[in-house]
């Protein structure tokens, strides 16, 4: 019984550090998703914009 303790947590400690590791790695993730998709999604309102203005500008500026 030298190496195994009824008292000895080495082991659940290991396992609770590994989970918490891999729950931040898990929510770093899925914040850097969501930032990326945001960023996406203002790039492509911007770019909708941008053309819906030129639309405007040119329909305009044909039919005056």
Known sequence: MAGDDWDDDRAYDDAV???????????TAIGGTVTALGCVAAVVAGVCLVVVLVWAYLVVSVNP
């Open 17 to 27: 550090r590994r989970a918490r590791r891999a729950t931040r790695v898990g929510w």
